[in-house]
């Protein structure tokens, strides 16, 4: 099997190049090109396609960088081993169950407020009737976004404005809104290496150039983080500060007092998404970018998924001035605005202070199965693991000993019994340390399952050392 | 005050006549270009530029559709009339309540089942508990969507599968995840003239080129429609074929067929959306595209909004098999999926039959004002207004009389207390009826406000004849 002839649509705008790129792609995902298989030289390609060779080494090199083929040097681009339609690693929620799960990190549905949320639906839909259901305000429901402000103010001293708060259906969508209103296609968007896939898919979705740039023990590595902005003049720097997805990493205020002042010499924003800065293990609470953003450079995006309810689909954003206009419209056209109902429950849930509570009794829980697990996995720097303790969030992040690659360390473990996060879906497709990492999360776990599961852990490492 | 120097973005790929396009726009709209005030010729701006002319003229005809400019015969460019930032014609809703307003056609939060609904809310926590607020299937919760199915099939005669429903946070998400999903940069859609302009702003948000195509009595113009699909080459052709908004217009038997023949032939999708089939006032539920659709080149869009509650977020796609995938990704990287909570309790509302219940309510209720509003409109046929008898919805459709200008009659009638709806926001700027029609809905008034509403219409009317 070949490559289908394409006909390249000359009423598009998109680029050639990147038509070419969706149409190998395509082809590989449903098989019609044998894994394996050596893609046509660069220049014999072209001149069939009637293009200039430029266009084929763009499309192989998005190919390349997307993990869809590699290049032999001196012999050309053939397809990689096999890529799976699904989400790779994915196991139905149906099936989970039967498995100790540490590749989750969703919250644990049993400790979620739901009698508590339960009466402040009912309290908003008493109080507020028919208009509890009625269109809302593209921005948000109003009285929600001051207590926000007032809390941002009083926990995170950030000191910001209630009309430059947009209330969100769940940092996702965040991350859809804002690629909507300030990236096109062709755009750059700098990105943490490793980091969330789901981010990445956003950005590319919106036709953008994904440029990686790797963490450090202080966050992310500044040297070739200004050199990749001199050359790529991006659009947005993506981070996570704080224990950050995957590597729970804390930025140093160095960095990120550094970050700040390249954003404004070299003209871009900074998407800094903020998870769940309230689980920190420590004595104080970190500092995030956005309170030391003088010049409002930064996009400051929070879910409540992690903390409170992923159900409740609600997270916010900071706007920075200019963009209000544009993020504003970008909603309007998304979905006309988040639900009012749950909008004037999580209000309520504020008002009468039970997010403080909330987040005292998770923190505890979290805290034990934390430390339990620090414990057990202290173990495996027997076998030459190693991993940083972790300063909050619900992950460890272990490094594995060159024989043994995350992939395979998997599918041991699922052989087992246990599943674990291999690092392949965090990293760009070009990292040579991309196979190094497994992330375990305590999120949803037991301190008897942790233990269990640890020991799973431990076996099957051992295993590869023999 | 002159344009902006315009630097070129090199390393986009967004077209040079799109960046100059943005550019000019954006300037009219910050007042940085006089209103009134010519643009330069293409030839001397081209040079200026260093572009072609074809980009300068590319970039004017864009402007020149959008509305920011007109050409005159024979002497160039000029900036139109004032552009608001703000959507024209828009009154805050704290400001609508001192007006009598036939403007807007959201439903009636009085008639809106809450306790119904609050109930159900209740029993899905209580039964659900923490599932109830965890990450849900991307495509929805699947007991949703098979009652769902079972209704389409009993009530609408769609004949579909469980796996090929996905739950939207509301109609306006389910345009932008189609919009996500199946066009790029440079694709046409083709639309109704006149249409919802917040569809339009999702296609265009994409960078589609939009084509319009006139309505007739019977649906969209046959005629004009395949001229326009033979030159140019629609990946979409967006309508609503009930109930038509703003027309009120409904396809007839022999428009669907001929569609569906179009669709099939010249390799296109049809997005069917229906907001409110169920508001018929005559003796059987209309037709949808869908029911009729045996080669699945229709995407049906429904929402819950018109019909139940607009702050659900609630609303459903019937998917081609084979945009399911794609459809299924675009919804994840989108908002991961719609409220679990909302969703359980939508089900349990439809499996207690509460929404027949629901339907033959507010139709009575809707049906009443309908008939009153007809009576009193009747009357403006003296001063040569003319409107269809729509057989459902929410809206009638007024062709005023030739001297009389839609927008005109809006502030006039606003400075008496009443707020309509003027053409132009539906219409296609180039089109020349676009100041002659009225929109004006009985949503969200009581008989004695269609009957002060109506009186104050006729007075303005009158006032223009004098």
């Not at 997307?66 to 681009?77: A, D, E, H, N, R």
């Not at 009466?119 to 028919?130: H, L, N, S, T």
């Not at 419209?329 to 403080?356: H, P």
Request: charged share 25%; with cysteine; aromatic share 12%.
């Amino acid at each position: 099997m070949g490559i289908v002839p394409l006909q390249f649509s000359t009423n598009s705008t998109e680029p050639l190049y990147a038509q070419l790129f969706r149409h190998i792609k395509s082809q590989i995902i449903n098989e019609e090109i044998e894994y394996g298989s050596k893609l046509p030289p660069i220049r014999t390609f072209a001149k069939e396609l009637g293009v200039n060779n430029i266009t084929v080494i763009n499309a192989y090199k998005q190919l390349e960088t997307s993990g869809y083929i590699t290049s032999k040097q001196g012999s050309g681009f053939y397809v990689s081993k096999k890529v799976s339609k699904e989400q790779p690693f994915f196991i139905p929620p149906e099936e989970a169950h039967n498995f100790i799960n540490f590749a989750s990190a969703s919250p644990d549905p049993s400790i979620f407020p739901t009698q508590t949320f339960k009466e402040y639906i009912v309290e908003a839909i008493d109080r507020d009737k028919g208009f509890a259901f009625g269109y809302q305000e593209t921005n948000g429901f109003m009285p929600l976004r001051k207590t926000l402000t007032e809390f941002l103010h009083n926990t995170y001293s950030i000191h910001t404005e209630a009309h430059l708060i947009q209330i969100v259906s769940g940092a996702q969508q965040g991350l859809d809104i804002i690629a909507k209103s300030i990236l096109h296609s062709g755009d750059t968007v700098i990105t943490e290496n490793p980091t969330y896939n789901g981010a990445v898919e956003v950005f590319r979705s919106r036709g953008c150039r994904i440029v990686p740039v790797h963490l450090d023990r202080d966050g992310i590595n500044l040297l070739e983080l200004e050199k990749k902005v001199r050359i790529s003049k991006p659009k947005l720097l993506y981070i996570m500060p704080n224990y950050q997805n995957p590597t729970t990493c804390c930025y140093s205020l160095e960095t990120m007092d550094r970050l700040l002042d390249l954003a404004e010499r070299y003209d871009f924003f900074i998407l800094e998404e903020d998870p769940m800065l309230e689980l920190s293990y420590g004595h104080e609470l970190p500092t995030t970018l956005k309170s030391l953003d003088t010049k409002d450079r930064v996009i400051y995006l929070k879910s409540f998924s992690k903390l409170l309810m992923p159900g409740l689909r609600m997270g916010f954003m900071i706007m920075p001035k200019v963009l209000l206009e544009g993020f504003t419209k970008a909603k309007q056209n998304t979905d006309i605005s988040a639900s009012g109902l749950i909008q004037r429950a999580l209000e309520l849930y504020f008002v009468n202070n039970k997010w403080d509570e909330h987040i005292h009794y998770i923190r505890e829980i979290y805290r034990g199965r934390y430390e339990y697990m620090l414990v057990a996995l202290e173990k495996l720097k027997d076998y030459d693991v190693t991993f940083e303790h972790p300063k909050g969030g619900l992950c460890f992040w272990l490094r594995l000993p060159p024989h043994i690659a995350a992939e395979k360390l998997y599918y041991t473990c699922r052989s087992k019994g246990l599943l674990i996060l291999p690092s392949p879906i965090f990293f760009s497709h070009l990292d040579h340390n991309k196979n190094s990492y497994i992330r375990l999360s305590f999120a949803t776990c037991t301190i008897d399952e942790i233990y269990k599961g640890c020991e799973i852990l431990k076996d099957c490492i051992a295993s590869f050392s023999k």
